[in-house]
């Protein structure tokens, strides 16, 4: 029977298709790869009569693709280089093009007149395409093909290949899919790419067949009916149809408002056939209308789709097929909803409770991602939607294990606004109801964003009226505004404040306070504002002249007054070896510029609240909280109820991210994650969806680390980097990953009702960071955090020094190569060893915030003299023995060290009932990490430390980080080492867990204090 259905759907097709001039290459010698080799016979069956074959030499002339409707090109992954510059002209100039097999023109064949040769393979000229990167990926056993939903019109086919590949880059879809037995689209073995708009190859249509078939697949009945259809879809051009929504939510005494679109570009030689579109609308898989609409000869056609009734409340979807001549040529669904707002106050509220975040009162740990859409239409909800979509993809993250998703907005809000109000214009708040709707179904937690990097309106640049180029009105400080951020902000808030699973994040990876350079720092903005308040501020921390001026290192008369005192350039802000003396007042520039982001936040808070809102809210920062723009540990008190850190840069200090972005009492989540793109100096890729899979699940499973609580990747969208579908829409093996790691949380979350600090902390030297010297500050506090976990087993917490009332009770205080410090934070610190602690200094901490000395070293004992730091190689010597230090790079050109009066490298000192150890040098900022791991050790063992886990793993490249719980420990593991073999015993249960873990990868363990294995993810034990 399907064969009769095939030859019947082959037979339709021949005796309406190719009267157009279809140009096959053909050459005699040319070589096939990553393909099958396909006749001629079998091309002619497949693509009709009107086929014509043509050489290199033929299509080095111009007239050979003259009026060709379609270029084929039956050799798989290679492409004839003689005859690329004419190719390339044909398809600049709307050309179509379908590739029969392989990676779509991934291997150069140079050469004519049968002496050909392979060349590496690459994809230079693939991108001229916009097919950016092409690799191999795995199609589970037992999938099938089915062409994409809507398509059932084209011919039935099976696909059967040994290798299937994917393509990344723009423009692209699948027009057929492997579908893996458990619903996954797991390979695009048929993709398109439609060139719609822009000068060069408008109209160009390419179909790729990008796999490996199998043996005599090509001349089979199925390889047949793929190729023909491929062609067919092909030679029609691109095209662009599409329903448009103009409310995706609406009241069920409103009329849905449809609009159908088509765009069909088509060379200036040839014009769009006539044709017509039959839509339906249909509930719950019903069809309760159905019309025709004729759409004419014409480039661009709108028409409106007459569904003129008023609704009840429910889910509707549209479906439009386009056809011409009675073929079906392309087909697009949407869909709205029918509800009252109140219809979202339904469902479970998200909550805190201490370190972890809650849903309905009960411990949650968030597993999810950003999203807006799989569709390619705009990070915000500004524009026209299709709710259809999100309602999939919605449903499609629960079914792998998704419960929370952040979305908003991530550009200037202009186009946004309603001028009369200062608010968002309805469509948006009536397309982000739907959105919700959608999410409220799926019992998906959505976290909304309102800025991006600054709070930004429209153009971050004006000129004066002398023609001067003025700074633009500081978007944190500027009370006009700020008052328009407001009105944009609480007019979302407003629509939405009784939604109980919904949170905001109140601006997306902040800078401060330049909207014109983000993501470098904190810089200045120079505005009339910032200058006034920049006085202030300085008048009120110094209050007298002089003290600043003392600060400062100048004279009190040179900087005049508390009014006139300019603000630090950009220069200013970084280290540079000699000549600038204004370097030192970064410190101020940053500190200002916390407590200016502290307010901004609080006041936002606080109008959000004046809504009547008391959902929970955010910031939404990247590593530049825990490096060197708004930092996570001065705006966690600022009124958020958790913090964030987006793990991107710091490839190499992953779990240093974690461990300083938490507060202490304040959860913390890993809001945002992937791989960053790396390319070759040529532009291939280093990571795609399996060389980055290590790293991305890394960075996943330390979401988890060290009371971080939660992992939220970038993003659920069609992105060949980050996103977690493929550029033609099938599944990367990510959403395998997120499936599992979704389970995991489900069965840890119960037991997270409190968090057990662990019994040591890093004190964050603040001042150092925040000034020029912020690379060595965050070496020292890397490689504190790594020495700790990696090399000596021991587990951490991290307090700022500005934050040191937060310090809790640990028995082991270590201080990382410090320098200066503020008066408040040594004050604590020696009351801490007075009471008990063990204090570990490392390196010079006598001096001031600003460098300067102080007598606080001398007032307990530890009188050095600061002297630089000159030698590379130094052997360092404490009661733990000797061991040797690197001080390398720059280091010896910046560094200071202490010089003790007896010349000694180290030296203990009783203080009330605890004690401090004092290292001369700086230990953390030397290249032997080995060597610092034995001065910790010895300070650990001094303080009384007890480990949380014993292991025989000596290899520091495999971590064992520990988070203890009240009635189970949570472990996360994570691989950056060749060694695969793990072992380790709980000290809480008396359990031991032995296991591989493969290079680069990690697993979590939950292990209760009974020793049960309650929850695991690619844990991979042995008995």
């Known amino acids: 029977m399907r064969s009769v259905c095939l030859a019947l759907a082959l037979l339709v097709l021949s005796s309406s298709a190719f009267a157009a001039k279809i140009v096959v290459f053909q050459e005699s010698g ?17 693509l009709g009569p009107n086929a014509t074959f043509a050489g290199i030499a033929a299509l080095q002339n111009p007239a050979t693709l003259e009026h060709a409707q379609l270029l084929v090109l039956p050799y798989g992954s290679a492409v004839p280089v003689s005859a690329w510059s004419g190719m390339q002209t044909y398809l600049n100039h709307g050309g179509h093009l379908l590739i029969l097999g392989g990676k779509p023109l991934y291997v150069p064949v140079t050469g004519t007149h049968g002496h050909f040769k392979q060349e590496f393979g690459q994809d230079t000229f693939g991108r001229t395409l916009g097919f950016d990167h092409i690799y191999a990926v795995p199609v589970t056993s037992g999938s099938h093909f089915e062409w994409r939903s809507g398509y059932g019109f084209l011919p039935q086919a099976s696909v059967q290949a040994t290798k299937y590949y994917a393509v990344a880059g723009q423009n692209l879809d699948g027009l057929g899919y492997m579908i893996a037995p458990g619903g ?21 249509r390419i179909v790729a067949l990008d796999f490996t078939p199998a043996p005599d697949y090509w001349a089979s009945h199925d390889g047949i009916a793929l190729m023909r259809a ?118 479970p509220r998200l909550g805190v409770n201490g370190n972890f975040l809650s ?38 993250m629960e079914r792998h294990g998704v419960t929370f998703v952040r979305t908003g907005v991530w550009m200037p809000n202009t186009s946004l606004i309603e001028p009369s109000t200062g608010g968002v214009k309805e469509r948006f708040l009536r397309n982000l109801e739907a959105y919700l709707a959608a999410a409220q179904a799926h019992h998906i937690v959505i976290n909304f964003n309102f800025f991006s990097a600054v709070p930004r309106h429209a153009s971050a640049s004006r000129q004066a009226a002398n023609g001067k180029t003025v700074p633009p009105p500081n978007p944190y400080l500027d009370p006009a505004s700020v008052r328009m951020e407001h009105a944009y902000v609480t007019s979302i808030v407003r629509r939405f404040a009784q939604v109980p699973w919904l949170c905001y994040d109140l601006i997306n990876e902040p800078s401060f306070s330049n909207p014109l350079v983000v993501y470098r720092g904190n810089m200045p903005n120079g505005d009339p504002i910032e200058r006034r308040d920049w006085d202030q501020w300085l008048a009120q921390r110094y209050v007298h002249l002089d003290a600043l001026a003392k600060a400062w290192s100048v004279t009190p008369s040179s900087l005049g007054s508390f009014r006139s005192i300019p603000l630090p350039t950009r220069d200013d802000m970084t280290w540079t070896r000699y000549g600038n003396p204004n370097e030192v007042r970064a410190l101020d520039y940053n500190l200002f510029a916390q407590q200016k982001f502290w307010q901004w936040t609080h006041d936002m808070i606080a109008a959000i609240r004046a809504t009547g809102s008391r959902q929970l809210t955010d910031v939404g920062q990247d590593e530049g909280g825990v490096t060197n723009r708004v930092l996570n540990q001065f705006y966690a008190t600022s009124g958020v109820s958790f913090t964030t850190d987006h793990t991107y840069w710091q490839d190499d200090a992953l779990l240093w991210d974690s461990v300083v972005a938490k507060y202490p009492g304040i959860p913390n989540i890993t809001g945002e994650t992937g791989y960053q793109p790396v ?7 280093r990571y795609d969806e399996f060389t980055g899979q290590g790293l991305e699940e890394r960075k996943w499973a330390l979401g988890f680390a060290d009371g971080t609580s939660g992992a939220l990747q970038w993003d659920w969208a069609r992105e060949p980097y980050f996103g977690i579908e493929r550029s033609d829409g099938s599944a990367k093996v990510w959403e395998g990953m997120m499936r599992d790691l979704g389970r995991f949380a489900k069965q840890a979350e119960p037991y997270a009702t409190g968090l057990q600090l662990p019994q040591v902390a890093i004190v964050l030297p603040q001042s150092l960071q925040m000034s020029v010297y912020n690379p060595q500050a965050l070496t020292a506090q890397q490689n504190a955090v790594r020495v700790l976990f990696n090399y000596d087993r021991a587990a951490a917490y991290a307090v700022g020094e500005y934050q040191i009332q937060t310090l809790g009770d640990p028995r082991l205080i270590i201080l990382p190569s410090a320098y200066g410090l503020t008066r408040a934070a040594w004050q604590a610190l020696e009351a801490h060893v007075r009471a008990g602690a063990t204090l570990l200094i490392s390196g010079p901490f006598n001096e001031s915030p600003h460098l300067h000395p102080t007598h606080r070293a001398a007032s307990v004992g530890l009188g050095y003299k600061n002297v630089p730091l000159e030698l590379r190689n130094q052997s360092f010597t404490f009661p733990g023995g000797t061991v040797p230090l690197v001080y390398a790079g720059d280091t010896t050109t910046i560094l200071r060290r202490a010089e003790l009066t007896s010349h000694q490298d180290w030296k203990e000192v009783p203080l009330g009932n605890g004690r401090i150890l004092f290292s001369a040098l700086p230990l953390e900022l030397n290249t032997r990490l080995g060597s610092v791991a034995k001065v910790y050790a010895y300070a650990l063992h001094t303080a009384g430390v007890t480990p949380e886990y014993t292991t025989t793993v000596t290899d520091p ?27 380790f015993h709980d000290a809480r249960s008396g359990a031991t867990f032995t296991g591989t873990l493969p290079p680069g990868r990690a697993a979590l363990l939950l292990v209760g204090t009974n020793g049960k294995l309650l929850a695991s993810y690619h844990w991979h034990g042995h008995e």
């Open 30 to 46: 040319f070589p096939t790869v990553n393909s099958q080799p396909v006749s001629a016979a079998t091309l002619r069956e497949a």
């Open 184 to 204: 996954d689209k797991v390979a695009a073995p048929v993709i398109v790419s439609d060139h719609l708009y822009g000068k060069a190859m408008q109209g160009a």
């Open 230 to 347: 491929a062609a067919l879809y092909a030679e029609q051009g691109a095209t662009q149809f599409w329903i448009e929504a103009q409310y995706s939510a609406i009241r069920p005494d409103e009329i849905p408002q449809l609009t159908l679109h088509l765009r069909h570009p088509e060379p200036a030689s040839t014009s769009p056939a006539a044709g017509s579109a039959r839509v339906e609308l249909l509930s719950q898989g019903k069809v309760l209308r159905t019309v025709t609409i004729p759409m004419p000869l014409a480039a661009s056609v709108d028409a409106v789709i007459p569904f003129h009734h008023a609704l009840p409340a429910g889910f509707y979807t549209v479906k439009a097929t386009y056809s011409v001549g009675g073929q079906p040529r392309e087909f697009y669904a949407n869909g709205f909803v029918v509800e009252q707002l109140q219809a979202l106050d339904r469902g």
């Open 359 to 396: 849903l309905n009162g009960k411990p949650f740990f968030p597993v999810g991602t950003n999203y807006f859409t799989t569709e390619n239409n705009g990070w915000d909800f500004s524009g026209p939607r299709n709710a259809l979509v999100w309602e999939h993809d919605f449903a499609d």
């Open 679 to 685: 390319d070759a100096p040529n532009g291939a890729w």
């Open 957 to 983: 490249g495999l971590l064992i980080c520990p988070t203890l719980l009240p009635h189970a420990t949570l472990y996360v593991l994570a691989s950056e080492t060749n060694q695969t073999h793990i072992e």
